[in-house]
């Protein structure tokens, strides 16, 4: 058991995984990461199963058995049957968290990211193909998705809602789940089976945000180098917790929670350091706090449980000063706006560029076998 994690499980963070492959499955990796790492979560993407379909002893069986079938059949059953199983192995801790953790995210196609009825179809579709109540469903929130995850959330459906970099846009996806969770209940069904989580992207603020500060070169933006990401992500906490009190969005959430309602938890996304020059855990060190989820990539996770520290809350206190961090990079003429607009516009291209990837893979592979 890795003590660190341990330690910083009990803070209340959710430890996910941000990998996943069938080898990783079937070796029973994931089971063991589950009892000795306190991984409660699993997310993918299309580049995590690109590389894992580099294993060919793995998938060979399959692929030959997928011969003939389009590629876009092809991707569908190989996700959906890694996913499906590795729901089957986090199953004991959804049953433990009453559904809150054990959750294996798969991601809706890149290209339907402007497609609001596209997105909620290939939902309906991905929830009903892995078959588990432990699966999330992934949607991007974009300007269409935002619809996609009210719809989506209406009809029953769990989804982690990803590629969230604003506060403003932050807003406007609570807003999205608040509204679906008050139309599941005006069709009658029981909101406490469904949840979400909110993915926060930290790390690439940073990397666009410290490329801007370079450029300025002055000893005052030096000094703001590797702050703007947790700045960023600690108002988005705070933005959580006062939607969680019924001080935001016309308190609308303890209404719902009193009706069987669950908050939609922020889960801090893109938390491998892109910097060399900054520690290595320093986006889960600095974002601890109870009842957020840090999705790590296994790098991370090694490096945490190796040197991690927990020192308590590293969140709530330090609001004012994410403030002053945010106030600070706009008086130099740093428009974080519009940073997180291409940072979005950036990741879903870097979503389609993934899903390519993918397809390619699975096409070279499927002709391979």
């Known amino acids: 058991m890795s003590e660190r994690l341990k330690k910083l499980a009990a803070a209340g963070v959710s430890i996910w995984l941000d990998d996943l492959s069938r080898q990783r499955i079937a070796s029973g990796e994931l089971a063991r990461l589950t009892e000795e790492r306190s991984v409660v979560g699993v997310t993918t993407n299309p580049t995590i199963f690109a590389t894992a379909l580099s294993d060919q002893k793995t998938y060979g069986p399959q692929l030959d058995e997928l011969k003939g079938r389009s590629v876009e059949e092809a991707?569908?059953?190989?996700?959906?049957?890694?996913?499906?199983?590795?729901?089957?192995?986090?199953?004991?801790?959804?049953?433990?968290?009453?559904g809150v953790d054990g959750r294996v995210s798969i991601e809706v196609e890149p290209g339907l990211a402007m497609d609001t009825d596209g997105t909620v179809e290939q939902a309906r579709q991905l929830r009903e193909k892995v078959g588990r109540p432990n699966v999330f469903i992934k949607i991007p929130a974009t300007k269409p998705g935002l619809a996609a995850i009210r719809q989506t959330i209406a009809a029953g459906i769990s989804v982690n809602v990803t590629l969230i970099f604003s506060l403003e846009r932050y807003r406007e996806v609570i807003?999205?789940?608040?509204?679906?969770?008050?139309?599941a209940l005006e069709a009658g069904r029981d909101i406490s089976t469904i949840h979400s989580v909110a993915s926060f992207f930290v790390s690439r603020v940073d990397s666009e945000v410290d490329k801007r500060l370079d450029?300025?070169?002055s000893e005052e933006a030096t000094a703001l180098k590797g702050k703007a990401a947790i700045a960023n992500a600690r108002l988005a906490h705070r933005l959580f917790r006062a939607v969680e009190a019924g001080e935001e969005l016309d308190g609308r959430m303890p209404a719902l929670a009193a009706k069987g309602g669950r908050p939609q938890r922020p889960l801090w996304a893109s938390t491998g350091v892109k910097d060399p020059a900054y520690?290595?855990?320093?986006?889960?060190?600095?974002?601890?706090?109870?009842?957020?989820?840090?999705?790590?990539p296994e790098k991370t996770m090694d490096a945490f449980a190796d040197h991690g520290e927990v020192d308590g809350d590293r969140v709530v206190a330090q609001a004012e000063d994410a403030e002053q961090v945010l106030g600070a990079l706009g008086g130099l003429g740093i428009d974080l706006d519009e940073v997180t607009q291409q940072l979005e516009d950036e990741g879903v291209q870097k979503f389609a560029d993934s899903w390519n990837e993918l397809v390619e893979t699975v096409q070279q592979a499927v002709e391979a076998a």
Not at 81 to 88: I, K, L, P
Not at 175 to 183: I, Q
């Open 175 to 183: 807003d999205a789940y608040l509204s679906g969770l008050e139309d």
């Open 75 to 98: 991707i569908t059953a190989i996700t959906t049957d890694d996913v499906r199983a590795a729901c089957d192995v986090l199953a004991p801790v959804s049953a433990d968290t009453d």
């Open 215 to 217: 450029a300025i070169g």
């Open 279 to 296: 520690p290595d855990t320093m986006y889960v060190t600095e974002l601890v706090t109870a009842g957020v989820v840090n999705t790590m």
